[in-house]
């Protein structure tokens, strides 16, 4: 047969679509949920409206998609693939004259529709959703900002100042009663106060001002307690120090600019070398992640075919470890190609290289295996003498467990309450699963955090070893996140995996509820819940702390962090002097 039989092509990507929306949606949600936390934060700390936090979420869904879609892809066909190689279907093809390499081609035909999408994500949706994510953030800010000051209050929601006003007009907009404790500038400690004052907002820039009448300003040096400074002023204005995740530039940067502007930086003679660097690797950066899904369609044949037990675990262990190695190997050529070591073209594209190059090494391997290549007469035989083997097996055995049926109810008693084989294996199964899903997510999150954050490690030249202990600080908090849907993932896989080998058929002929199987699970999840609290109470709240040090030193923020209470918002209490 030498026309490839399109049927059969529909039929293998109509079996790859269930896992690729599977994978999709899951590692989606997964990467996103940390974002929900912060979201839900605004909403309850920031005051701010569910329509501005839904469209956050919608802002950062397309940079997380272009991420999960390629990995989504490897995943369904590692996983069609090995279902096929399973039940011998690959071999029943062969059979008829179909080459196991052709059954590649819808794989591959699937992997460039996904590209195609993906790269039409990349090019266009994410850099206008990384730009109206920049200004929905800022926006957001000045308006809790605003919400935040109320009179009798001291708020400290603009960094290194301390604001409190005494009565507030809410009609006209005027202050009165206004102090202002102002510590950006780490050599001085200055105390403003003013009789009147109001908020100007420059649409320019979108800086917030503190504009202040018949102020007065208290200067004093640590170092020198003794130099006091004072001076008064009919008329001040101060800017409000925005925190960092809001901070201001005209000019968006390679992420939030459009492929247009990217183009034209490139090619631009008045732009500096390192911004047209910048540039370039961006715009192969958006091409290159997208192509990794045709790279993957690839290496997913041959990594499926070897499989012969068609388990969802395998096809999940061989996601994570490429996917991983993939995104690590491309943050590090893009990190390289930012500094000028290697060629842009090099460093972007390298991992999409070796993937294609680590895909045919793997097809030549598969293609020699007797398993896959065509059977001739004697496999046949001895495939069907097999088959008969197994046949009469199950007769005999079926045979002899009706012949001592009464024996066996009789001797049958209640499972025992210790562990036994069936416990240990049920744990051991979902151990696995869970472990799997804890090391995807805790790969994929630094992956797409890394990407983010790779351009501040160039250009502020941050060590590595900061930013290897900056994610190691990070995973107390990714687990904590992570752990509850972990498990519920786990759990879910594992029931599904004994329903598909129809064990939980087996188990209930054997006499054992599937409660009694489920168990050692509910212990799991217990101790899991007790791993949460010890966690959250001794590990991550420190972790949190170290962290945010550190990112403060990959972002070049040099103003520092202090978690005192005295960080914190205080008022007046109705007597009027109480703090």
Same mark, same amino acid.
């Given at each position: ?38 979201? &839900? ?42 279902? =096929? ?59 809790? &900002? ?207 290289? !070796? ?28 495939? =069907? ?24 109810? &009789? ?114 999840? !217990? ?53």
């Amino acid at each position: 047969m030498r026309r490839f039989p399109w049927i059969v092509g529909r039929a293998v990507v109509r079996e790859a679509l269930g896992p690729f929306f599977l994978a999709a949606s899951v590692t989606t949600f997964l990467l996103v949920i940390r974002f929900l936390f912060t979201f &839900a934060e605004l909403l309850v700390s920031r005051d701010a409206s569910t329509a501005d936090v839904l469209r956050l979420l919608a802002y950062s869904l397309p940079h997380v998609v272009v991420l999960t879609l390629p990995m989504s892809l490897l995943f369904s066909a590692v996983l069609t693939v090995s279902r =096929w190689s399973a039940d011998s279907e690959v071999i029943a093809l062969q059979a008829c004259g179909v080459r196991a390499s052709w059954l590649m081609r819808p794989l591959f035909g699937f992997g460039v529709l996904i590209f195609a999408l993906d790269v039409a994500l990349a090019l266009w949706v994410l850099p206008e959703a990384n730009r109206r994510f920049q200004e929905t953030t800022r926006r957001m800010y000045f308006a809790a &900002a605003r919400a935040a000051l109320e009179p009798r209050v001291f708020n400290s929601a603009f960094t290194g100042q301390l604001v409190y006003v005494d009565r507030m007009h809410p009609a006209t907009g005027l202050w009165e009663g206004v102090l202002v404790f102002d510590l950006t500038d780490a050599a001085q400690e200055t105390l403003i106060t003013a009789q009147h004052g109001f908020l100007v907002e420059d649409s320019s820039t979108g800086e917030l001002w503190l504009s202040l009448r018949e102020a007065t300003v208290h200067t004093l040096r640590p170092e020198r307690p003794d130099r006091y400074q004072r001076s008064r002023n009919s008329e001040m204005r101060i800017l409000l120090q925005a925190p960092p995740s809001a901070s201001v530039t005209i000019r968006y940067g390679p992420r939030e600019s459009s492929t247009a502007e990217l183009w034209s930086r490139a090619h631009s003679p008045q732009e500096s070398e390192s911004e047209r660097r910048e540039s370039w690797v961006e715009l192969h950066k958006r091409v290159a992640l997208p192509a990794a899904t045709v790279a993957f369609s690839l290496l997913g044949f041959p990594l499926g075919l070897r499989n012969r037990r068609g388990g969802k675990g395998y096809g999940l262990t061989v996601s994570v470890l490429v996917v991983v190695g993939y995104y690590v190997l491309f943050n590090n050529g893009e990190l390289l190609a930012r500094s000028g070591k290697l060629p842009v073209m090099l460093g972007i594209w390298l991992p999409n290289l !070796l993937v294609v190059a680590l895909a045919f090494a793997f097809l030549q391997v598969v293609s020699k295996s007797p398993s896959v290549r065509n059977p001739g007469p004697s496999q046949l035989v001895a495939l =069907w003498q097999r088959l008969a083997g197994v046949w009469r097996l199950f007769r005999a055995q079926r045979n002899a467990a009706a012949a001592n049926g009464r024996a066996w109810a &009789a001797q049958r008693c209640a499972p025992p309450l210790l562990l036994g084989c069936i416990d240990r294996w049920v744990l051991r199964q979902t151990m696995t699963f869970f472990l799997l899903v804890l090391v995807a997510v805790c790969g994929l999150y630094i992956a797409v955090n890394f990407s983010e954050q790779v351009e501040e490690i160039q250009k502020n030249q941050v060590p590595l070893v900061v930013v290897a202990s900056f994610y190691l600080h990070l995973l107390p908090q990714i687990l904590h996140d992570t752990l509850p849907l972990a498990f519920l993932i786990a759990f879910l896989g594992t029931a599904a995996v004994l329903e598909k080998n129809n064990e939980t058929v087996a188990l209930k002929a054997a006499g054992i509820s599937l409660a009694r199987v489920a168990l050692p699970l509910l212990g799991v999840g !217990l101790a899991l819940s007790v791993t949460l609290f010890v966690l959250d109470e001794t590990v991550v709240q420190k972790a949190n702390r170290t962290s945010e040090k550190l990112e403060d030193v990959i972002k070049g923020r040099h103003g520092p962090r202090s978690y005192r209470f005295t960080d914190h918002s205080f008022l007046f209490l109705p007597d009027g002097r109480t703090v």
